[in-house]
């Protein structure tokens, strides 16, 4: 159906809540610096261009609400992978259920929409 291409694949990691991003001045908490870090170094690059429009098909086995982490993802997708996230025309996201305080994890495939 779609050309995908898994990009980010990450077995353990502690997911943070999009409603710590900002601290009281409205800049970036060290907390979400620091996720969005770790997620661009996960990144692995196609070896062929994908152009839009878009199609991003996110696992999350996690016990956090299904959003939370949805923003930085697509952050770090935007420059590295695509354009510009406005250029997503669809978006999947699977959640499996985690334990409260365990690690989640994070499979993310992007490909071009036909």
Do not use: W
């Not at 994908?50 to 697509?74: F, G, M």
């Not at 952050?75 to 699977?94: A, F, M, Q």
């Amino acid at each position: 159906m779609y050309d995908m291409h898994k990009v980010i694949d990450i077995d353990r990691i502690k997911l943070r809540s999009v409603n710590k991003k900002y601290n009281r001045n409205f800049t970036l908490t060290a907390q979400y610096k620091v996720f969005k870090q770790i997620l661009f170094y996960e990144i692995k690059k196609p070896k062929v261009e994908i152009k839009p429009p878009y199609v991003v098909h996110i696992y999350l086995e996690t016990y956090l609400d299904i959003d939370n982490p949805l923003k930085p993802i697509l952050d770090v997708l935007e420059g590295s992978i695509i354009n510009n996230d406005r250029y997503i025309e669809k978006l999947i996201i699977d959640k499996i259920p985690g334990k409260k305080g365990r690690d989640s994890s994070i499979k993310v495939f992007v490909g071009t929409l036909c």
